[in-house]
């Protein structure tokens, strides 16, 4: 079974817009760890945030915020005034464990935001 | 630089060769991870070392591919007889490892091997 859903592929955003990426996961583990990270056309990986499955408030950086709703197992991301520089893919990525958080880390299948000016 | 290095940024081999990859995790990390990034898919976890130490490998096919992690220098992914398929994106990424350290993986910039 996928652990990390993204049924979103493909994304349009209009330039100085929100976006919401969404994410669902699956896990039994207590103790998980969610992360977002960019990969833009370079190709290299950009982490974006991180919310604890025990982190009582949503994690924020800046334009990104985190809509966690733990009932639900979702971890959407949410791009405020969305940018040009925004267009790339985005991989949303669980990791389980608590004690032994250095464990591997499980990507989604990604979904491709494009910016529209 | 202080971030994740990987060489050589782009590789191409010819079916039956050799290929090394390279990482040199963050300074001050001990923890490296190998993902495989196939075309327009996610990374797949394949192995996770520490010095002198294979963690977890149960991402890594049971065949022609290795990874290590010696006490001095780079850890290295190794895949011999390439094939077409194992044409990929392959990135490096390590994190400290300490006790309550950080949770977060820090990734190269990724080697792709392009198998002819």
């Known amino acids: 079974a996928q652990k990390i859903t993204q049924t979103q592929p493909g994304m349009f955003v209009q330039e100085k817009e929100a976006v919401t990426l969404d994410c669902t996961y699956d896990t039994s583990d207590p103790s998980y760890g969610l992360f977002w990270y960019k990969q833009p056309s370079s190709g290299e990986m950009i982490f974006l945030i991180y919310q604890g499955s025990y982190d009582q408030q949503n994690a924020t950086e800046g334009r990104y915020s985190l809509n966690f709703q733990k009932a639900r197992k979702s971890a959407n991301l949410v791009i405020s005034a969305s940018q040009l520089g925004d267009s790339a893919m985005y991989f949303c990525a669980m990791r389980e464990g608590g004690k032994t958080s250095y464990d591997k880390v499980i990507f989604g299948p990604g979904t491709s935001l494009s910016v529209i000016p | ?116």
């Not at chain 2, 079916?15 to 196939?38: D, F, I, N, T």
């Not at chain 2, 850890?75 to 990929?88: K, M």
Request: hydrophobic share 30%; with cysteine; charged share 25%.
């Open chain 2, 1 to 116: 630089n202080a971030g994740v290095m990987q060489n050589p940024r782009h590789l191409v081999r010819r079916r039956g060769q050799e290929a090394r990859l390279r990482c040199s995790p963050m300074k001050g990390h001990s923890h490296v991870y190998w993902y495989r990034q196939l075309p327009e898919e996610g990374l797949k976890f394949m192995v996770y070392l520490q010095k002198e130490n294979i963690i977890d490998e149960s991402g890594m096919p049971k065949e022609r591919f290795s990874a290590e992690f010696p006490k001095e220098g780079p850890s290295i992914l190794r895949i011999q007889q390439v094939v077409r398929g194992d044409s990929a994106a392959y990135f490096c990424a390590s994190s400290s490892g300490l006790a309550g350290g950080s949770y977060e993986q820090y990734f190269g910039p990724g080697t792709r091997l392009t198998v002819t």
